[in-house]
């Protein structure tokens, strides 16, 4: 123990002998792992706050298509799917996109069938008559509008529709919200001229959660022309589309990483003339191979561990303290109504875990083993050159 | 020795700094935050909503369950129609919010 | 009672790149006495082998043939773990260009053969410090060594070299980089370390080394192959 902590001592010595060079390898290396962490951590995040939101969801969406493209649903359907054993609520859903133009941003209009009651998250009311509405926190910004506000939509008949707004959700629910607009059922219809007695799809609730495979499977027997989305499905299809956009961004990062890579690779292997002689005379004085490769590791480590450390608590605080703005650009795209992320703090051990793996790992062994073959060899032999 | 301990000093000083960010996300997924996951669920189950409202531009992101199966033109006016180009890029817009 | 011979080398011979285009034969079947608590010069031209040798008789490097003993002991076959305890423990070393760490401190090159043992480090300091203080550089402990002159950094490698409390002092043309007065310093430095019954092995082609009255045998060689001992 005394005799690690004394070579740690050297260690640390030999660091400070090229103290600016070993200053940038750490600097580098920290917003290496830094950004990693960054991205590891916002997109499990992202995938856990799915998870957790989604399952308060209904269990099972059932959508129409027509030709392989999504087709209104008849209200038929909805009585023949309450028949199938082990079902519980069936609810035809009312909504549809809407294209601002004068904003450029698209908002989502979805039906409500007044029955919700008055929600935490929400300043205000939903709408319970004809000429009300309720909108997301985006919404409300970009058209400078409030509770007790007033809305202007352009209806399916190109008419000017007027709403007062009779509630704005809170900014904490903008990841669910953001550009909603509440209506009334009937006032959804009548603005996208929905034929009558079709909805845009139905929200099945199952009793058995185990038995939600094989009630899709007779839903999809008892409707062939019907397309059933289990609850599971949308949380991997979120799963998948938060992993492509962060290896999006890993593999827009991955130049910056093999950048690193071979700097350090650089440094760590071709291990010069005056390394080898520092080799040869610690051996030459009484320095075992072992205790060379101990000086070598503790090297590697001290530099490693110390970008791993302060590169990960770095992510974690960019992503849950500042709300990711480095990663922000890469991860909006484009969105014109773009909510706030107001994300759970998640620190999964299998991300530290694998990070330090990724990092530490490689990082030790590329400075051990170049100056293995150094630390067996005689001294004499190496001093000479 | 001092070099040493002062590294270890150090280290574990990170380490517990580490540990604390540990503990912080459990106690916000169990007590901080809880309350508002609650009020977002209770906002989940009231609407019955099912996607969320995040690149609202395109429809395989903004409602990944309903995405056709084949959706060019079918989300933003002026997108670039393959994927993932058309979720980054911005389509280019005029200030009378025509597209060129 | 000690036998007087305490290293003895029979033929022995050293090989570089054997079976190469390159191959040279440093040393062809040498075998020397050194006397316990003397000072031998191994003496010759560039290129005799005498660092060779020292090499051989120091542990640092194995010979292709023949044996070393050191204290009647064969070390030539020991593993490399042994060989390292031995050079730690009975061997210290000064090395032509001294082979300081420039950007270390005089005390933290001393103490370097320490650093990888058990030994704690206040005992550690006491002894850097008694040594420092018999080689007249206490007070320096925090200067640089690329800061020091030549006769101090020579000094430090003397240091160095004791702190093992070694019974084997090996010095490798240890006055290539001083004048007569450092020259004579060093000299009674090592003939201190005779008094105290350290067997001191020097290899020069400095005749102020080879003929000073403190040199109890002198070994020539040439060309790898001894020519006289007297």
């Known amino acids: 123990m005394i005799k690690h902590l004394k070579i740690i001592d050297y260690a640390l010595a030999s660091l400070f002998r090229r103290k600016y060079k070993s ?27 799915a998870a957790h939101l989604l399952d308060s969801a209904p269990d099972l969406i059932v959508q129409r298509t027509t030709g392989g493209r999504h087709d209104l649903i008849p209200a038929e359907y909805t009585e023949k799917i309450k028949d199938i054993a082990g079902i519980g609520a069936v609810t035809g859903r009312y909504w549809g996109y809407y294209y601002d133009p004068l904003t450029g941003a698209n908002y989502t209009v979805q039906g409500t069938d007044g029955t919700a009651k008055n929600l935490e998250l929400l300043d205000g009311r939903l709408p319970a008559d004809r000429g009300e509405c309720a909108i997301g926190a985006g919404i409300a910004a970009i058209k400078k509008t409030g509770t007790s506000g007033e809305l202007i939509l352009v209806n399916s008949s190109n008419t000017g529709v007027l709403y007062e707004v009779v509630g704005v959700f809170r900014a904490a629910s903008s990841l669910l919200t953001n550009d909603l607009i509440i209506l009334a059922n009937e006032e959804v219809i009548d603005f996208f001229g929905y034929p009558p007695g079709k909805a845009t799809d139905v929200a099945v609730q199952v009793y ?67 390394e080898k002689q520092e080799i040869g005379i610690l051996k030459a004085i009484g320095w075992d191979t072992a205790d060379v490769l101990a000086l070598k590791f503790w090297e590697g480590l001290i530099i490693a561990l110390t970008s791993f450390l302060l590169g990960t608590i770095a992510g ?49 062994a590329s400075t051990i083993i170049p100056a293995w073959k150094t630390a067996i060899t005689d001294p004499e032999t190496v001093m000479r050159g | 020795m001092r070099k040493s301990k002062i590294f270890i000093g150090v280290t574990l000083a990170e380490v517990l700094l580490l540990i604390s960010c540990f503990l912080f996300a459990f106690t916000q997924q169990t007590t901080g935050r ?7 669920q209770e906002l989940v189950q009231s609407l019955g909503l099912t996607d969320f409202a995040i690149w609202t531009e395109a429809r395989y992101t903004r409602h990944p369950s309903q995405t056709d199966f084949f959706s060019p033109f079918q989300e933003f006016p002026s997108a670039f129609e393959h994927f993932p180009a058309g979720s980054v890029v911005a389509p280019v817009f005029t200030a009378g919010g025509r597209t060129r | 009672m000690q036998e007087k011979t305490y290293i003895r080398t029979l033929n022995v011979r050293k090989v570089y790149n054997p079976g190469k285009p390159d191959e040279i034969t440093a040393l062809h079947d040498i075998s020397v006495a050194i006397d316990r608590g003397r000072m031998t010069v191994l003496k010759g031209p560039s290129g005799s082998g005498k660092t060779t040798l020292l090499s051989a008789i120091g542990c640092m490097s194995r010979p292709t043939a023949g044996s070393i003993l050191i204290d009647n002991r064969d070390v030539v076959k020991l593993p490399e773990r042994f060989l390292t305890d031995l050079r730690r423990k009975k061997f210290g070393f000064i090395f032509q260009q001294f082979h300081l760490i420039r950007n270390l401190s005089v005390l933290e090159n001393i103490l370097l053969p320490l650093y990888p043992t058990d030994m704690m480090p206040a005992e550690m300091k006491k002894r850097a410090t008694a040594v420092m203080t018999n080689l007249a550089m206490a007070g320096k402990e925090r200067l640089k060594v690329k800061n020091l002159s030549g006769g101090e950094q020579q000094r430090v490698a003397i240091g160095r070299a004791l702190i093992n409390d070694p019974a084997v002092i090996i010095a490798d043309e240890p006055t290539a980089h001083l004048d007569k007065k450092l020259a004579a310093e060093f000299m009674q430095i090592l003939a201190g370390l005779c008094e105290e019954g350290r067997t001191v092995v020097i290899a020069t082609h400095d005749p102020f080394i080879y003929e000073h009255g403190l040199v109890s045998k002198t070994i020539a060689m040439r060309d790898g192959r001894l020519e006289k001992e007297h």
């Open chain 1, 23 to 49: 200053l940038a390898i750490i600097t580098a290396f920290t917003l290496v792992v830094a950004a990693l962490a960054s991205i590891l951590l916002f997109s499990s995040a992202l995938k856990t706050e």
């Open chain 1, 316 to 364: 974690f605080v960019h992503v849950f303290f500042l709300a990711a703005f480095l990663l922000a650009p890469v991860i909006k795209g484009w969105s014109v109504v773009f909510p706030e992320f107001h994300l759970t703090p998640h620190l999964d051990p299998y991300i530290v875990f694998t990070l330090g793996f990724l990092t530490v790992t490689p990082y030790v």
């Open chain 1, 208 to 274: 058995n959660k185990n038995e939600l495979q094989t009630i899709a499977g007779k839903v999809k027997k008892l409707l062939p022309d019907t397309r059933p989305i289990t609850k599971s499905e949308l949380v991997r299809t979120y799963d998948m589309v938060f992993n492509w956009r962060s290896g999006l961004m890993l593999t827009v990062f991955s130049a910056a990483v093999i950048a690193f890579c071979i700097l350090a690779w650089d440094k760590a292997t071709g291990i010069s003339a005056d």
């Open chain 2, 34 to 40: 809880q309350l508002e996951l609650q009020a977002r």
